[in-house]
Protein backbone atom coordinates (compact mmCIF):
# COMPACT_ATOMS: atom_id res chain seq x y z
CA UNK A 1 0.00 0.00 0.00
CA UNK A 2 1.69 3.05 -0.84
CA UNK A 3 1.74 6.27 1.58
CA UNK A 4 0.81 9.83 0.53
CA UNK A 5 3.45 11.61 2.28
CA UNK A 6 6.78 9.32 1.06
CA UNK A 7 8.46 10.31 -2.31
CA UNK A 8 11.30 8.76 -3.94
CA UNK A 9 13.22 10.11 -6.97
CA UNK A 10 16.47 7.97 -8.40
CA UNK A 11 18.59 8.62 -11.31
CA UNK A 12 22.02 9.25 -12.39
CA UNK A 13 21.99 13.06 -13.18
CA UNK A 14 22.07 15.36 -9.57
CA UNK A 15 21.07 18.44 -11.19
CA UNK A 16 17.48 16.76 -12.94
CA UNK A 17 17.20 14.98 -9.57
CA UNK A 18 17.40 18.50 -7.46
CA UNK A 19 15.05 19.95 -9.97
CA UNK A 20 12.09 17.21 -9.43
CA UNK A 21 12.81 17.56 -5.72
CA UNK A 22 12.56 21.08 -5.79
CA UNK A 23 8.94 20.71 -7.58
CA UNK A 24 7.91 18.46 -4.87
CA UNK A 25 9.03 20.90 -2.18
CA UNK A 26 7.27 23.64 -3.95
CA UNK A 27 3.48 21.27 -3.75
CA UNK A 28 4.13 20.42 -0.14
CA UNK A 29 5.09 24.08 0.86
CA UNK A 30 1.43 24.89 -0.71
CA UNK A 31 0.20 22.33 1.73
CA UNK A 32 2.06 24.73 4.76
CA UNK A 33 4.50 22.09 5.03
CA UNK A 34 6.98 25.03 5.97
CA UNK A 35 9.93 23.08 8.08
CA UNK A 36 12.41 20.76 6.16
CA UNK A 37 15.62 18.84 7.74
CA UNK A 38 18.23 17.88 5.56
CA UNK A 39 20.18 14.20 5.52
CA UNK A 40 23.13 13.23 3.64
CA UNK A 41 23.91 9.47 3.17
CA UNK A 42 27.51 10.33 2.79
CA UNK A 43 28.51 13.09 5.70
CA UNK A 44 30.60 11.18 7.77
CA UNK A 45 27.77 11.85 11.06
CA UNK A 46 24.86 10.96 9.35
CA UNK A 47 23.03 8.36 11.23
CA UNK A 48 19.22 6.43 10.56
CA UNK A 49 18.53 7.73 14.60
CA UNK A 50 18.87 10.46 13.69
CA UNK A 51 16.60 10.82 10.67
CA UNK A 52 14.15 8.83 12.80
CA UNK A 53 14.01 10.96 15.47
CA UNK A 54 12.72 13.44 12.85
CA UNK A 55 9.67 11.09 13.13
CA UNK A 56 9.12 12.39 16.73
CA UNK A 57 5.55 14.03 17.00
CA UNK A 58 4.49 16.65 20.10
CA UNK A 59 1.12 18.38 20.66
CA UNK A 60 2.68 21.38 19.11
CA UNK A 61 4.68 19.79 16.04
CA UNK A 62 4.55 21.46 12.71
CA UNK A 63 4.61 19.87 9.53
CA UNK A 64 7.58 19.22 8.25
CA UNK A 65 9.56 18.14 4.95
CA UNK A 66 12.58 15.01 5.87
CA UNK A 67 14.71 14.88 2.79
CA UNK A 68 17.07 12.46 2.82
CA UNK A 69 19.77 12.43 -0.16
CA UNK A 70 21.33 8.51 -0.66
CA UNK A 71 24.40 8.36 -2.47
CA UNK A 72 25.19 4.64 -1.43
CA UNK A 73 22.99 1.72 -0.86
CA UNK A 74 21.51 0.99 2.42
CA UNK A 75 23.01 -2.25 3.95
CA UNK A 76 21.15 -5.11 4.92
CA UNK A 77 20.39 -4.10 8.66
CA UNK A 78 19.52 -0.31 8.32
CA UNK A 79 17.52 -0.87 5.13
CA UNK A 80 15.43 -3.09 7.89
CA UNK A 81 14.99 -0.19 9.97
CA UNK A 82 14.39 2.51 7.38
CA UNK A 83 11.67 0.35 5.55
CA UNK A 84 10.05 0.44 9.43
CA UNK A 85 10.32 3.82 9.87
CA UNK A 86 8.63 4.70 6.25
CA UNK A 87 5.85 2.24 6.97
CA UNK A 88 4.80 4.26 10.31
CA UNK A 89 5.70 7.84 9.17
CA UNK A 90 3.64 10.15 10.93
CA UNK A 91 1.47 12.22 9.15
CA UNK A 92 2.33 15.25 9.62
CA UNK A 93 5.56 14.51 8.36
CA UNK A 94 6.30 14.07 4.42
CA UNK A 95 9.73 11.99 3.52
CA UNK A 96 11.52 12.57 0.38
CA UNK A 97 14.21 9.60 -0.81
CA UNK A 98 16.62 11.40 -3.68
CA UNK A 99 18.97 7.95 -4.86
CA UNK A 100 21.96 9.38 -6.82
CA UNK A 101 23.64 6.93 -9.00
CA UNK A 102 23.28 3.30 -7.28
CA UNK A 103 24.51 0.58 -9.49
CA UNK A 104 21.88 -2.10 -9.95
CA UNK A 105 18.93 -0.14 -7.95
CA UNK A 106 16.11 -1.99 -9.41
CA UNK A 107 17.54 -5.62 -7.85
CA UNK A 108 17.80 -4.05 -4.29
CA UNK A 109 15.12 -5.36 -1.84
CA UNK A 110 15.13 -1.93 0.30
CA UNK A 111 14.32 -0.51 -2.66
CA UNK A 112 11.55 -2.91 -3.91
CA UNK A 113 9.90 -2.22 -0.62
CA UNK A 114 9.94 1.36 -0.53
CA UNK A 115 8.80 1.51 -4.15
CA UNK A 116 5.52 -0.28 -2.86
CA UNK A 117 5.05 2.14 -0.53
CA UNK A 118 6.25 5.20 -2.14
CA UNK A 119 5.47 8.06 -5.07
CA UNK A 120 8.69 7.02 -7.20
CA UNK A 121 9.52 8.93 -10.07
CA UNK A 122 12.47 8.09 -12.32
CA UNK A 123 14.73 10.86 -13.68
CA UNK A 124 15.58 9.02 -17.26
CA UNK A 125 18.92 10.20 -18.88
CA UNK A 126 18.47 13.35 -21.18
CA UNK A 127 20.57 12.63 -24.55
CA UNK A 128 22.41 15.35 -26.64
CA UNK A 129 19.61 14.73 -29.13
CA UNK A 130 17.16 15.31 -26.79
CA UNK A 131 18.32 18.51 -24.94
CA UNK A 132 16.69 21.06 -27.24
CA UNK A 133 13.15 19.13 -26.10
CA UNK A 134 14.41 19.28 -22.41
CA UNK A 135 15.23 23.59 -22.68
CA UNK A 136 11.59 23.89 -24.42
CA UNK A 137 9.78 21.80 -21.96
CA UNK A 138 11.41 23.78 -18.67
CA UNK A 139 11.08 27.25 -20.41
CA UNK A 140 7.06 25.97 -20.66
CA UNK A 141 7.71 25.48 -17.06
CA UNK A 142 8.90 28.85 -16.29
CA UNK A 143 5.98 30.40 -18.24
CA UNK A 144 8.32 31.51 -20.99
CA UNK A 145 7.23 31.11 -25.06
CA UNK A 146 10.82 31.60 -26.37
CA UNK A 147 11.03 31.57 -30.20
CA UNK A 148 13.05 29.16 -32.03
CA UNK A 149 15.65 31.61 -32.31
CA UNK A 150 16.05 32.12 -29.00
CA UNK A 151 15.87 28.66 -27.86
CA UNK A 152 18.59 27.41 -30.49
CA UNK A 153 20.77 30.20 -28.83
CA UNK A 154 20.38 28.61 -25.58
CA UNK A 155 21.15 25.20 -26.60
CA UNK A 156 24.39 26.24 -28.62
CA UNK A 157 25.69 28.72 -25.25
CA UNK A 158 24.96 25.62 -23.15
CA UNK A 159 26.25 22.74 -25.01
CA UNK A 160 24.15 19.90 -22.70
CA UNK A 161 25.07 21.80 -19.12
CA UNK A 162 21.34 21.09 -17.48
CA UNK A 163 22.59 23.74 -14.95
CA UNK A 164 23.87 26.56 -17.54
CA UNK A 165 20.86 25.89 -19.43
CA UNK A 166 18.72 26.21 -16.40
CA UNK A 167 20.42 29.71 -15.72
CA UNK A 168 19.58 30.68 -18.78
CA UNK A 169 16.01 30.15 -18.44
CA UNK A 170 15.60 31.85 -15.26
CA UNK A 171 17.62 35.12 -16.46
CA UNK A 172 15.38 35.38 -19.19
CA UNK A 173 12.50 34.99 -16.88
CA UNK A 174 13.86 38.21 -14.81
CA UNK A 175 14.61 40.03 -17.61
CA UNK A 176 11.30 39.40 -19.42
CA UNK A 177 7.64 40.11 -18.77
CA UNK A 178 6.30 39.93 -21.89
CA UNK A 179 3.98 36.79 -23.68
CA UNK A 180 6.46 36.06 -26.09
CA UNK A 181 10.81 36.30 -25.39
CA UNK A 182 12.31 36.55 -28.75
CA UNK A 183 15.94 37.68 -29.28
CA UNK A 184 15.39 38.89 -32.45
CA UNK A 185 13.23 41.87 -30.77
CA UNK A 186 14.35 42.00 -27.10
CA UNK A 187 17.89 43.07 -26.99
CA UNK A 188 17.83 42.61 -23.19
CA UNK A 189 18.74 38.88 -24.46
CA UNK A 190 22.22 40.68 -25.11
CA UNK A 191 23.75 40.55 -22.26
CA UNK A 192 24.23 36.96 -22.62
CA UNK A 193 26.88 37.88 -25.60
CA UNK A 194 28.50 40.56 -23.08
CA UNK A 195 30.62 38.39 -21.55
CA UNK A 196 32.22 37.23 -24.33
CA UNK A 197 32.49 40.87 -25.92
CA UNK A 198 34.29 41.58 -22.26
CA UNK A 199 36.64 38.50 -22.14
CA UNK A 200 37.86 39.46 -25.35
CA UNK A 201 38.51 42.88 -25.04
CA UNK A 202 35.75 44.20 -27.19
CA UNK A 203 35.27 47.60 -26.24
CA UNK A 204 33.33 48.82 -29.07
CA UNK A 205 31.18 45.61 -29.42
CA UNK A 206 30.64 45.52 -25.49
CA UNK A 207 29.31 49.27 -25.29
CA UNK A 208 27.04 49.02 -28.25
CA UNK A 209 25.74 46.11 -26.13
CA UNK A 210 25.38 48.21 -22.73
CA UNK A 211 24.21 50.98 -24.60
CA UNK A 212 20.89 48.83 -25.87
CA UNK A 213 20.29 47.42 -22.51
CA UNK A 214 20.38 51.07 -20.63
CA UNK A 215 18.29 51.88 -24.08
CA UNK A 216 16.09 49.06 -23.42
CA UNK A 217 15.57 50.08 -19.51
CA UNK A 218 17.14 46.98 -18.49
CA UNK A 219 16.73 46.58 -14.55
CA UNK A 220 19.66 47.84 -12.81
CA UNK A 221 19.98 45.09 -10.26
CA UNK A 222 20.23 42.41 -13.31
CA UNK A 223 23.34 44.77 -14.85
CA UNK A 224 25.03 44.93 -11.05
CA UNK A 225 24.38 41.24 -11.06
CA UNK A 226 26.12 40.39 -14.69
CA UNK A 227 29.34 42.45 -13.45
CA UNK A 228 29.79 41.19 -10.38
CA UNK A 229 29.52 37.55 -11.22
CA UNK A 230 31.64 38.25 -14.32
CA UNK A 231 34.02 39.66 -11.86
CA UNK A 232 33.87 36.98 -9.42
CA UNK A 233 34.34 34.11 -11.94
CA UNK A 234 37.40 36.20 -13.07
CA UNK A 235 38.89 36.53 -9.43
CA UNK A 236 38.34 32.63 -8.80
CA UNK A 237 40.04 31.69 -12.13
CA UNK A 238 42.99 33.90 -10.99
CA UNK A 239 43.18 32.21 -7.71
CA UNK A 240 42.81 28.37 -9.15
CA UNK A 241 42.84 28.29 -13.03
CA UNK A 242 41.50 24.84 -12.31
CA UNK A 243 38.12 26.43 -11.43
CA UNK A 244 34.55 25.75 -13.27
CA UNK A 245 31.72 27.35 -14.37
CA UNK A 246 28.34 26.61 -16.18
CA UNK A 247 28.95 27.20 -19.99
CA UNK A 248 31.00 26.57 -23.01
CA UNK A 249 33.99 25.32 -23.45
CA UNK A 250 34.82 28.97 -25.64
CA UNK A 251 33.42 31.04 -22.63
CA UNK A 252 35.43 28.82 -19.95
CA UNK A 253 38.39 29.34 -22.50
CA UNK A 254 37.75 33.33 -23.07
CA UNK A 255 37.68 33.82 -18.78
CA UNK A 256 41.28 31.74 -18.22
CA UNK A 257 42.75 33.90 -21.01
CA UNK A 258 41.24 37.45 -19.82
CA UNK A 259 42.17 36.84 -15.79
CA UNK A 260 46.02 35.34 -16.27
CA UNK A 261 46.30 38.91 -18.50
CA UNK A 262 44.88 40.84 -14.96
CA UNK A 263 46.66 41.52 -11.73
CA UNK A 264 44.83 40.36 -9.17
CA UNK A 265 44.12 43.86 -7.18
CA UNK A 266 42.89 45.21 -10.30
CA UNK A 267 40.20 43.12 -10.10
CA UNK A 268 39.61 43.39 -6.43
CA UNK A 269 39.60 47.39 -6.77
CA UNK A 270 37.03 46.91 -9.49
CA UNK A 271 34.85 44.92 -7.32
CA UNK A 272 35.26 47.46 -4.25
CA UNK A 273 33.65 49.99 -7.43
CA UNK A 274 31.16 47.96 -8.01
CA UNK A 275 30.11 47.41 -4.41
CA UNK A 276 30.40 51.40 -4.12
CA UNK A 277 28.15 51.82 -6.88
CA UNK A 278 25.66 49.25 -5.85
CA UNK A 279 25.89 50.72 -2.57
CA UNK A 280 25.70 54.70 -3.97
CA UNK A 281 22.63 53.40 -6.17
CA UNK A 282 20.70 52.44 -4.08
CA UNK A 283 20.90 55.81 -1.64
CA UNK A 284 20.00 57.50 -5.06
CA UNK A 285 23.74 59.06 -5.03
CA UNK A 286 24.94 58.19 -8.25
CA UNK A 287 24.35 57.72 -11.56
CA UNK A 288 24.33 54.52 -12.11
CA UNK A 289 24.73 53.98 -15.77
CA UNK A 290 27.44 56.12 -16.21
CA UNK A 291 29.37 54.62 -13.27
CA UNK A 292 28.81 50.88 -14.80
CA UNK A 293 29.90 51.96 -18.11
CA UNK A 294 33.05 53.20 -16.91
CA UNK A 295 33.74 50.00 -15.37
CA UNK A 296 32.85 47.99 -17.94
CA UNK A 297 35.69 50.10 -20.49
CA UNK A 298 37.94 49.67 -17.19
CA UNK A 299 37.53 45.59 -17.48
CA UNK A 300 37.32 45.99 -21.48
CA UNK A 301 40.69 47.71 -21.80
CA UNK A 302 42.81 46.83 -18.38
CA UNK A 303 45.77 47.87 -20.25
CA UNK A 304 45.24 51.79 -19.47
CA UNK A 305 44.24 51.08 -15.63
CA UNK A 306 46.32 48.08 -14.74
CA UNK A 307 49.61 48.49 -13.93
CA UNK A 308 50.56 44.93 -15.48
CA UNK A 309 50.23 45.49 -19.60
CA UNK A 310 47.50 43.66 -21.00
Given at each position: MKVSNIYTIHGTEPFLIELKRDEIIQ?????????REIFFSNDSSFKLENLFKENETS?????????????????KDSSESFIDFCRHLSEDNSLIVSINNIERLATKKWFKEISNISDVTEI??????QFRNWVIQQSKKNFLDLDIETINLIV????????????????????????????????????????DSILND???????????LQNKKTAEPIILWFLFREMERLILTKQDPNSNFPGPRTYLDSLKRKSSKLELS??????????????DFKMGRSDFWSTSEKILIKLCNPQFFSRKPA
Amino acid sequence: MKVSNIYTIHGTEPFLIELKRDEIIQDLRKKEYFLREIFFSNDSSFKLENLFKENETSLFSERKIIDLRLNSSLTKDSSESFIDFCRHLSEDNSLIVSINNIERLATKKWFKEISNISDVTEIKKIYPNQFRNWVIQQSKKNFLDLDIETINLIVEKTQGNFLAAMQEIKFLKALNSSEKTSISENSDFEIFNLSDSILNDDIDMSLKIFRNLQNKKTAEPIILWFLFREMERLILTKQDPNSNFPGPRTYLDSLKRKSSKLELSFMINLKKELAKLDRDFKMGRSDFWSTSEKILIKLCNPQFFSRKPA
